[in-house]
């Protein structure tokens, strides 16, 4: 029987043949289940995409919906005098500032006498600072002048101890300034050491800074003049001589960190705005229409003209009346956002920072600002960090529908096989018997043939 498996080997039928062509066309309906997979995964790819361009609008749109979108400050030095030199926080008021050091801030210092090794033990007592208490420094008999100079130096007491080469004279210089922070020294002897080592002098006296601003008199311990020294928020003043006039300091909007943040946001959107275009629209080449592969879905070209909708709808805000007050437009022939008017932009920002935060980040009942209306939205659509809400549905619906039609693909497949196995049975058993036929007449014939 195996010789029988040869297709028409009896009956001179392909059926082998036959049969492929039987099983590729009980097959289509699983090229169109494929078809309709490489369909579906195409979109998720596209709508992959799609989610990774609008997280990035999402994050601008966060960051233009920061409180502290006009809270940035910068500062500038108006005037000739290089000595003033200073830094601002958000909390800075804007405004001028005319600032003179008229003397600074200066620290105690004992210049010593004749000093020798002292031979004998004891305990130096320093202090240096007005409420502090003094620290001993032990001396021994054996030390020379430049061990005491290292065991003050590593000590405590916050002055700073240097000597001459040859070890006849000490200086002490306190580490911090301000009135009466004044050197003390003394000694468990009563003297005899301070006297020995020179320290016995009388050191000079520390003084404060002092300064203006604004014509306001004002001092300070050392000569970094910040808000506890004039109580001025955020503005850290350093000091480096004494100023023979005032220098003017304006504090202004730092309009560039705000401008950064715009820019992030009108590319961020027109990305998202060309993507979406492209991947809906309908496109026509020699007469032959191709829908783009997101054409059939209608909530993701809604929420471009949604988003369009919210920014156009923005409720003012004092001079910002809407987009185009800030130099901001929308395109004639696409979706895009376009800065119009850069200087007018800059402008709105140096001068209305207020203004233009309000404008993004209105956060009152039923008065949303722009970018307060986009992320309610961008939240609804991929969620809030990004990998939730309707867009995240849509992906996962496509992943589901790819499974139910592998399972189907599957199904026809064992169909298929059994499908094979029985048109093949049948034909071998049709094989077989036209070989039986061919047998039987053979004999006949044969039969026949003799009997003449």
Do not use: C
């Not at 290089?82 to 801030?105: F, I, R």
């Not at 185009?324 to 140096?350: C, H, M, P, W, Y």
Request: aromatic content about 4%; cysteine-free; overall charge neutral.
């Amino acid at each position: 029987m195996a010789g029988l498996q040869l297709s028409g080997l009896a009956s001179g039928f392909d059926w082998k043949s036959f049969t492929d062509s039987v099983m590729e066309m009980e097959r289509a309906p699983a090229r169109r289940y494929q078809a309709e997979q490489v369909k579906n995964n195409n979109k998720k790819t596209q709508l992959s995409t799609l989610g990774t361009k609008l997280s990035s609008l999402q994050s601008a749109i966060n960051s233009l919906a920061s409180a502290s979108v006009s809270a940035q400050r910068k500062v500038v030095n108006e005037s000739s005098s290089a000595v003033v030199k200073s830094t601002v926080s958000s909390t800075t008021p804007m405004g001028t500032y005319e600032v003179q050091v008229t003397s600074l801030a200066t620290a105690s210092r004992l210049t010593g006498g004749v000093a020798a090794p002292p031979g004998v033990a004891g305990t130096l007592n320093i202090r240096g600072t007005a409420g502090g208490t003094a620290t001993p420094i032990t001396i021994t008999a054996t030390m020379d002048v430049a061990a005491i100079v290292a065991a003050i130096n590593s000590s405590d007491a916050r002055v700073t101890a240097i000597a001459n080469k040859t070890g006849t004279q000490i200086v002490l210089t306190n580490q911090v300034t301000g009135a009466g922070n004044d050197i003390v020294v003394t000694d468990a002897s009563g003297g005899a050491l301070r006297n020995v080592l020179g320290l016995n002098a009388t050191p000079t006296a520390a003084t404060d800074n002092v300064f203006r601003i604004n014509g306001l008199n004002f001092s300070s311990a050392d000569n970094t003049l910040n808000s506890d020294d004039h109580g001025i928020a955020g503005l850290t003043i350093t000091a480096d001589v004494v100023m023979a006039s005032a220098g003017t300091l304006k504090v202004s909007a730092d309009a560039s960190s705000m401008r950064s943040k715009i820019d992030a946001f009108v590319s961020s959107y027109n990305s998202v705005a060309d993507f979406i275009e492209s991947s809906t629209a309908y496109t026509t080449t020699a007469g032959k229409t191709t829908a783009g592969p997101l054409a059939d879905e209608r909530e993701v070209d809604a929420l471009l003209k949604q988003l369009r909708s919210t920014a156009l709808g923005s409720p003012a805000s004092g001079t910002i009346t809407n987009l185009g007050a800030l130099g901001l437009e929308f395109s004639s022939s696409n979706q895009r956002i376009t800065v119009t008017n850069s200087t007018k932009l800059d402008a709105a920002l140096t001068d209305y920072a207020s203004d233009v935060a309000v404008f993004f980040n209105n956060t009152a009942a039923g008065s949303n600002g722009l970018a307060t209306a986009f992320a309610t939205k961008l939240d609804a659509y991929i969620g809030v960090d990004g990998t939730q809400g309707a867009l995240n549905t849509k992906v996962e619906n496509y992943t589901k529908a790819n499974t139910s039609l592998d399972k189907q693909i599957a199904s026809l497949e064992r169909y298929l096989v059994q499908r094979r196995s029985q048109l093949e049975a049948g034909f071998m058993a049709m094989e077989s018997a036209q070989s039986k036929m061919s047998q039987m007449q053979s004999q006949l014939t044969n039969s026949f043939g003799q009997k003449k």
